[in-house]
């Protein structure tokens, strides 16, 4: 092979196109391991940044971060890009593992001791936390277009991991108003944000 | 579910924010609402945005471990649907039939494992018997391989076949069982029932054991250890769930 590596050097001057995440993950998803080594460095710190908000404490989330990146590595041919983001699919196995691992918690022995002392932290606590804590602008000012209750209900089910049904507790209302505010505010985020599933 | 209005819940879907019973029903929905599945992308597209939001935490420290684990960890095969129609779906099924099998034998020989099983259900029922079921689902043109990780170290596996109507459960590396307890299979029904489907006492390496159930409305397998004596209806804390529907 007589290529010489300088037209190569040339194109990433100009400016190469880095693999996507989503390439990254397709690649994975044929076994290649170096891509996916790539994607761990891309995506890890969102994962484990998820799970933590969820579980908080910091020995099991790293247990549960640990088990998603396997699980992505496991589930990668199944991964769909017609349906969304590599690091939507992936969030989304990330927070839906810590809150399995949340609930696995309350269920057992120390169940209402854990479940009281996450219901008991005032919600006005959480929201300044919440704020403070958020990096995207555009995420902060999405949120601060929703109503009080919508704020709430995705807030205590997305960064604190409860089911509608203890959001509904914690806020005092119906089971049902607590799912549609949820639903409500996830539209008002879409519409407010323009995300791209 | 007795929540009338089930389009509503897509948000709580998309925020995981319903019971497994509840995300088990609502999925069903989801196979057959496009109008449900599309909001459900989009609203999960935000929830992740959520999450986007966080700020990121170095996982430097995890990556031997996931490393060492992907490294012994097999990929799921790619599947259709389950209601893909099986002559539109059969020359890729019968390559995944045949990488099923080829998995499931490669494993044999890479541990040299010997194969026992007597579940409740299997132990009046002839080594024949057994290997019969075994070969009609691993030789079924819609095969499909399901995957967890068992709490404790190693990996449940459920190949299934529907138009065997059988399934199978491996598993691997299994943590031993303690003195008078045994490995109990359960079904998780989509309605949330939970029911026993063979118990087995694993030895090393693979464990092959047929799925004493109807796959018919069928959610998740289970994993339990239990006293061999235990012989009440409730399912205990299971150490490995396979979701059949993800």
Same mark, same amino acid.
């Given at each position: ?197 | ?96 039939? #045949? ?6 034998? @490669? *494993? &044999? %020989? ?6 026992? !099983?007597? =579940? $409740? ?37 459920? #190949? ?6 059988? @399934? *199978? &459960? %491996? ?6 069982? !303690?003195? =008078? $307890? ?45 006293? @061999? ?18």
């Amino acid at each position: 092979m007589q290529r010489s590596f300088k037209p190569a050097l040339r194109s990433r001057v100009i400016g190469i196109e880095l693999p996507t995440e989503d390439d990254l993950l397709q690649a994975a998803a044929g076994g290649d391991q170096g891509a996916y080594s790539a994607l761990f460095e891309l995506v890890s710190p969102a994962v484990v940044a998820v799970v933590r908000q969820v579980l908080r404490d910091v020995a099991q989330s790293d247990e549960v971060a640990q088990e998603v990146m396997v699980e992505v590595w496991r589930r990668a041919p199944n991964f769909d890009p017609d349906k969304g983001r590599a690091r939507t699919w992936i969030l989304t196995i990330a927070h839906r593992r810590a809150t399995d691992r949340v609930r696995h918690e309350e269920a057992a022995s120390s169940r209402e001791r854990r479940y009281w002392s996450r219901i008991e932290r005032e919600y006005d606590v959480v929201a300044e936390e919440v704020e403070a804590h958020l990096e995207r602008e555009d995420v902060r000012l999405a949120l601060r277009s929703l109503t009080p209750l919508q704020r709430a209900a995705i807030e205590l089910a997305y960064f604190e991991g409860h089911t509608y049904v203890q959001v509904a507790e914690a806020l005092n209302v119906p089971v049902g108003t607590a799912s549609t505010r949820i639903r409500d505010a996830l539209i008002r985020l879409r519409d407010v944000m323009g995300v791209t599933p | 579910m007795s929540t009338p209005a089930l389009h509503l819940l897509t948000g709580a879907y998309a925020a995981n924010a319903l019971s497994p019973q509840e995300r088990a029903a609502f999925r069903e929905h989801l196979a057959e609402c496009a109008t449900c599945a599309d909001e459900v992308r989009e609203l999960q597209g935000v929830a992740a945005a959520l999450g986007e939001s966080l700020p990121e935490t170095s996982a430097s420290h995890l990556r031997a471990g996931v490393f060492a684990e992907v490294a012994r960890t097999p990929q799921e095969l790619r599947r259709r649907p389950l209601d893909a129609p099986v002559a539109a779906a059969r020359h890729g099924s019968r390559g995944a039939r #045949v990488l099923v099998a080829a998995s499931v034998v @490669a *494993l &044999f %020989v890479a541990t040299g494992a010997s194969v026992v !099983a007597f =579940g $409740q259900h299997q132990r009046m029922a002839d080594e024949a018997g057994r290997s019969s079921a075994i070969s009609q689902v691993l030789t079924a043109d819609d095969a499909h391989t399901f995957g967890a990780p068992v709490a404790g170290g190693g990996s449940a596996t459920v #190949v299934m076949s529907q138009s065997a109507s059988k @399934a *199978l &459960f %491996v598993g691997k590396a299994l943590p031993a069982a !303690a003195a =008078g $307890q045994v490995y109990k299979i359960w079904v998780v029904m989509n309605d949330g029932r939970e029911i026993p489907a063979g118990s087995f006492v694993p030895r090393s390496g693979v464990i092959v054991v047929p799925i004493a159930h109807d796959l018919h409305g069928v959610a998740e397998v289970a994993l339990t250890v239990q006293s @061999a004596a235990d012989s009440t209806d409730r399912m205990p804390s299971p150490i490995a769930m396979v979701d059949l529907r993800t």
